[in-house]
């Protein structure tokens, strides 16, 4: 630890640094080249030289204490400029040390002139399970996604890291995070985030105490924890219920309390739907049909669909009973919907936060099941097709059909919705929605950890997916680095940046 006054980060910095901006008060920001040198090539008592450049657009006071954060650690140094006409920042590599701040990289730097504090960052941290080494990487299918997300954070400025609960190292403040360097992964000493993207992979891994314990002391901390839960089925019907733009997509739907729960729907309705109010990828659904005396269920498994035919509905719900007795159920309306081909057919919208903070669809997708199956995720073999194309595919229409615009709308009001009614964070929702043959659109699932699959395939060519860019761009405004079209007093600017091509000779 260099030989200067360090501090612990206050608990509440962020959250007033939120204040701050609504008021209008100078949080300048600009991003920078980072370059780490020795103590001797600095003059004495110095930490940070630094361009003119950047001392004027951020107008840093020199020669005396000011407070340097990274992450969740902070220390006082000194400042002072040095020739170059470049973003250009170079730190004494004992402090960069302390600070856990790696070499050559470009990052955001914003000065709160009252609390006489410098901010780099912000520091990302997407947490999940564990590693799961398969072909496609360390990460098993998110591997190319990981590796989008921390290149993608370099450009603009923010230190991304993949991490898990073993990594962490509550007593010195770091994690060994995984970055993506010299085109493979490296495992490294971190600073804390400051703010943790939650991709944790089961509610098993979520709810063990050992994280629970974790996350509500980070926030407690002050650290931003997004996308902190995942969602149950049942609580979010009870949410959305409540508001009126968006009950008008919800399908009927109550507990499983036992067969009169499902005699009643079934009498009601030719088709229900027996789903576990935390269940994913399509696990534990059943599909109850009523066609005259007869009563079908039909399930998949990862081996096909399964299609059983019953005489008597009690008999039907004795042979599922054992298995949808032990965990909560909904029993829910069966929907007339559109069809490709005759397989099944739904819409995956992924709705995410954008760099003002408001919820904005990134992308969506058509998702048809295989042949006979009663789901279209691609985890059960479904396959995806563009929006558009999807709509034509589509049959039979006896009503006028959707547009995508109509859709992108609607989860857009549903994403918004939730945010009003549900406690937690989140910053990107997975939107289910389906169509029937009339035209109405309805609400099938949201899943607060969306597949990281569907907007990679029509994405392929492109370097970077446009949900990743809007990720980062969310994390930036969170910490007041993102765009801003606000002024107030002594302003708030935002300087474009130089990367640094060749480093200092000395």
Known sequence: MPTIFTKVLMPSYYTLIESLLGRGICMSHICAGIQLDEKSDFPSGTHLLISPKIQQALQLPLRSPITLQLGQKSTTCIIQTFSSTGSLVRIRKDLAEYLHLPDGIQLNMRYDNRLRRIVLGPVLGVLISTLIRTPEGIFGSASSFCKELVQGAKSKGILAYIFTLKDLDNDNQTAKGWRWENNKWVQKTMPYPDTIYNRLASRKDENRSEAQDWISGLKKKGVTFFNEHFLNKWQVHQALSNMKEAALYLPSTQMHKGYATVKEAVDKFPQVYLKPTNGSLGKGIYRITRSGNRFTCQYSTMSGSVRKEFSKLSDLYSSISPKISRIPYLVQQGLKLVRVNGNPLDFRSLVQKDSSG????????????????????????GTIMPVAKALIAASPWQGPKPKTKQLKAISTTLAESLESSMQGHFAELGIDLAV????????????????????????????????VKKLLEYVLHLHGSGKSSHRGPGGFMQVAARKTSKRRKR
């Open 436 to 467: 029937d043959t009339q035209g109405k659109v309805w609400l099938l699932e949201i899943n607060a950890k969306p597949s990281k699959n569907d907007d990679q395939v029509l994405s392929e060519q492109k370097k970077t997916r446009p949900s």
């Open 358 to 381: 408001k919820w904005a669809v990134t992308s969506i997708v058509g998702r048809i099941g295989q042949d006979q199956s009663i789901v279209s995720n691609l985890a059960r073999g």
